[in-house]
């Protein structure tokens, strides 16, 4: 899958970037929503993962300001989720989300989840070799 992945923590991101890779997944990474937003007009993505909290545009922004193509999901992640948040995000058109601190499992398993469908996906398995990490949000 082609996956953008946007948040503020570069550290969240290598995270991410790796578990992903190793999994086989090309993934692009991004710190600010107004570049992701410019990126998904030049880029076809699966999925976008991204942060609900960020310095200058957060989550909110990012969903009301991209133009997600037929297919491409959304899926919050974020270490500060309540119900009201996370019921604002799926009205805005998120599919998912994601609570920080997740282990390279948690995230494999969305992934995984909000893949598109193809024959045989289901008889597949991810071959992970970075299920031992967890990512964590800064504080």
Not at 80 to 98: C, Q, S, V
Not at 102 to 115: G, K, M
Request: charged share 30%; glycine share 6%.
């Amino acid at each position: 899958m082609k996956i953008l992945a946007l948040d503020d923590d570069e550290d969240v991101l290598k995270a991410v970037k790796i578990i992903l890779n190793l999994a086989g997944h090309e993934v692009h990474c991004v710190e600010d929503a107004a570049v992701a937003v410019d990126m998904l007009q030049a880029v076809r993505y699966d999925l976008v993962l991204f942060d609900y909290r960020m310095p200058e545009r957060d989550g909110i922004w990012f969903l009301r300001n991209a133009r997600f193509p037929c297919g491409t999901k959304a899926v919050l992640m974020t270490a500060y989720g309540t119900r009201e948040l996370i019921d604002r995000m799926f009205r805005l058109g998120a599919a998912g989300y994601l609570m920080k601190p997740f282990t390279a499992d948690d995230l494999l398993r969305h992934v995984e989840f909000h893949a598109p469908a193809s024959p045989g996906a289901e008889d597949r398995k991810q071959d992970s070799k970075a299920t031992d990490l967890q990512v964590t949000a800064a504080p």
